[in-house]
Every structure is written in structure tokens, then in C-alpha cells.
T-cell receptor, first 111, second 114 residues
Framework: RKEVEQDPGPFNVPEGATVAFNCTYS??????FFWYRQDCRKEPKLLMS???SGNEDGRFTAQLNRASQYISLLIRDSKLSDSATYLC????????????FGTGTRLAVRP | NAGVTQTPKFRILKIGQSMTLQCTQD?????MYWYRQDPGMGLKLIYY???????DKGEVPNGYNVSRSTTEDFPLRLELAAPSQTSVYFC?????????????FGPGTRLTVL
């Protein structure tokens, strides 16, 4: 089983739609969680951290469910500019604080 | 600030050739990392450094070497290039512990080994 698993997509949605991505992680010792965004042929950039109580940043909402070991990202009112790959990222303190990246979920927002 | 810069942007190598991928950051970050990203795969950590003079292996270190003589620079060396090293290489830096701080990535180096 992969340490971090994501549905690769692509998710094709119209502008204005709400879309949600899930990510599961296998190591129960995982301590920190993030969503990174990666545009085509570009470097990853931090979108948001994921906190235990859930957190929101504008149109983006992240949730963490430790009991089921999954993380979610909800995007409301999708924009064309949201088209990208979204990487789920997990940190396990016992593994030297390294980050483990999922393979990413691709989102395509159409006009 | 330029952030994290990488050179070259693209490179084609023949099997058995050597090269150094350059990475420089101007944010005075202690931590630096090298990742590779293969199509359809997540980023894999090759090597990392927690400060000048200190380096450690990541998940996929075989075939690579690094050095960290200054805070700013973290070059990655490929000694005997193999087709399996065809990938996109990203350098990243963070202020301190990875999990507690954002990692800032460079634009990447696309390497093809033929």
C-alpha cells in the first residue's frame, strides 16, 4: 500500500462548480498534512496546511480525519485558474521529518 | 529575493556521462532538499541537508551525491548517468523543520539520459 494515495483524476468540472479531492495515508504516526498545488511543468507550491479542526482559505477548505486517515480538499466556485494538479503531502516525525508526497489529483476547469 | 534557483533548466546526457545540477537559495534557509519527479509518480526525496556541512540520504539516493559547503548552495552530482535517472529534479529549501515550515521549490531541471 502506498504511503499517500490519491485519485489521479482528471476531474473535469465547469466553472463555478464545487469539487472535492480525498487523500488517504497509511502511517498512523503522520503528524502534519498539507496540500500543494503544481501547475503543468512547474514546481509545487504550498496551497494550505491542514489542521485537525479543519481550515478554510477563501474558496478552499481542508479537512483532516485522523480516525479514518484521510485528508480532503474542497474547492468552491471553481475558476479556470484552479486547473492544476493538487498534491497531498504528509509528514511523519519518526522518519526524520521528511515529507511524503502523493502522486497528485489533476483538476481541469472548463469554461 | 530570487528564492530557489536551479540550473540548467534542461539537459540531455548520454549514458555514463556525469553532471552537476546546481541549486541556490537566497532566503538563508537551513534546510535544503533534492527531489525527483517521474511521470505519474510523487516526488521522491534523494538527499537533504539540515545545514552547511551536513547531508543525509533520502528515499532514493543511489547514483547521486551531494555537498553543502555553504548555506546558499546545494549541488546534486550524477556520476554515471543511467536511463533510469531521466526525470525532473526539484531543489527545495525551508527555514527549519520541513513539517513545520513551507518548502519552497525551484523551477526544476528536466534531465533526459539517452
Amino acid at each position: 500500500r502506498k504511503e499517500v494515495e490519491q485519485d489521479p483524476g482528471p476531474f473535469n468540472v465547469p466553472e463555478g462548480a464545487t469539487v472535492a479531492f480525498n487523500c488517504t495515508y497509511s502511517n498512523s504516526a503522520s503528524q502534519s498534512f498539507f496540500w500543494y498545488r503544481q501547475d503543468c511543468r512547474k514546481e509545487p507550491k504550498l496551497l494550505m496546511s491542514v489542521y485537525s479542526s479543519g481550515n478554510e482559505d477563501g474558496r478552499f477548505t481542508a479537512q483532516l480525519n485522523r480516525a479514518s486517515q484521510y485528508i480532503s480538499l474542497l474547492i468552491r466556485d471553481s475558476k479556470l485558474s484552479d486547473s492544476a494538479t493538487y498534491l497531498c503531502v504528509v509528514r511523519v516525525k519518526s522518519s526524520g521529518d521528511k515529507l511524503t508526497f502523493g502522486t497528485g489529483t489533476r483538476l481541469a476547469v472548463r469554461p | 529575493n530570487a528564492g530557489v534557483t536551479q540550473t540548467p533548466k534542461f539537459r540531455i546526457l548520454k549514458i555514463g556521462q556525469s553532471m552537476t545540477l546546481q541549486c541556490t537559495q537566497d532566503m538563508n534557509h537551513n534546510y535544503m532538499y533534492w527531489y525527483r519527479q517521474d511521470p505519474g509518480m510523487g516526488l521522491k526525496l534523494i538527499y537533504y541537508s539540515v545545514g552547511a556541512g551536513i547531508t543525509d540520504k533520502g528515499e532514493v539516493p543511489n547514483g547521486y551525491n551531494v555537498s553543502r559547503s555553504t548555506t546558499e548552495d546545494f549541488p546534486l552530482r550524477l556520476e554515471l548517468a543511467a536511463p533510469s535517472q531521466t526525470s525532473v529534479y526539484f531543489c527545495a529549501s525551508s527555514p527549519r523543520i520541513a513539517g513545520d515550515n513551507e518548502q519552497f521549490f525551484g523551477p526544476g531541471t528536466r534531465l533526459t539520459v539517452l
